[in-house]
């Protein structure tokens, strides 16, 4: 099939470093925002051109606490396995980013975390793995958002995870609000003057060592994607965003890969709305004024 034939939100793409094909995940349930989950899919190509499946990537055991609004998983490889981050909600608990852990890219992953690793009173989406190097060995962080829901104005945070990632150390860190971004702008909700939306951090470091994030919000043609890039070069900031949107009508949710050459590309879905959402593959290029689209 092509990507056109694939109803999937929040697009996330890995090569697999053993057999080079690239495996796409993402919110694949039929209807995303209500009724009871299935679970994630997976799809696997060798030229991002035709794909093969879908795979059931993760399937809830009886008695998992989620069972509605399975978002984002994103998977990434770390001490040789494959840890799926993604966000899960249920009534009566906050939303927030587990971890689950499979030892190949298509799973099955299985929960990993004793239960999400964002803040248990906090309404959280779309955690992402970021890795820095300290002075006693990598430091694995996760960057996640903080809904609108509490606090009106989106907020992005951080917080270290332990080494295995089955945990959060310490205390999360506000790495920017919403409205921050010059191109964001706010949403009517009841409850709320104004809200701004955040979705989907993705961390990138260019070639020449500058740390970007993509993320998501509106903008003036609906949901859009822009860029904040870090002035000290590490998670902590502080971060200064794009004045305009990379992407900036009706898609978003996006992140970075290389393809078999080397060549950068941006996966976001587009357009925004159920059940027409696709995953969508642009040509990117870093260049000495930030990140943009090649085609």
Known sequence: MRLDDIQIRDPFVLRAPEDGRFWLFGSTDADIWSGPATGFDTYWSTDLEEWH?????????????????????????HDGAFFM???????????????????????PYAP?????????????????????????????????????KDVGDGEVHAVRLSDDLREAIGEP???????????????????????????????????????TMLWSSFG????????????SGDVRGPWTQSDTPLWPADGGHGMIFADGAGRLLLTLHAPNGTPDERARLFPLEETPDGLRLTA
């Open 53 to 77: 499946g879908p795979l059931p990537a993760f399937r809830p055991e009886p008695g998992f606490w989620s069972h509605t609004q399975y978002w984002a998983p994103e998977v990434h490889v």
């Open 85 to 107: 981050f993604a966000t899960f909600t249920a009534e009566g608990r906050r939303r927030g980013t587990q971890v689950l852990r499979a030892e190949r890219p298509e799973g």
């Open 112 to 148: 990993w975390s004793p239960g999400p690793v964002t803040p248990h009173d906090w309404e959280c989406l779309d955690g992402t793995l970021h890795v820095e190097d300290g002075p006693d060995g990598v430091v694995p962080y996760l960057v996640f958002c903080r809904e609108w």
């Open 173 to 211: 860190f506000l790495l920017f609000r919403a409205s921050e971004a010059a191109w964001a702008r706010p949403l009517p909700r009841p409850g709320f003057p104004e809200v701004h939306v955040t979705d989907g951090p993705w961390m990138h470091r260019t070639r020449d060592g500058r740390l």
């Open 220 to 231: 003036d043609s609906g949901y859009a994607m822009g860029v904040a890039t870090s002035g």
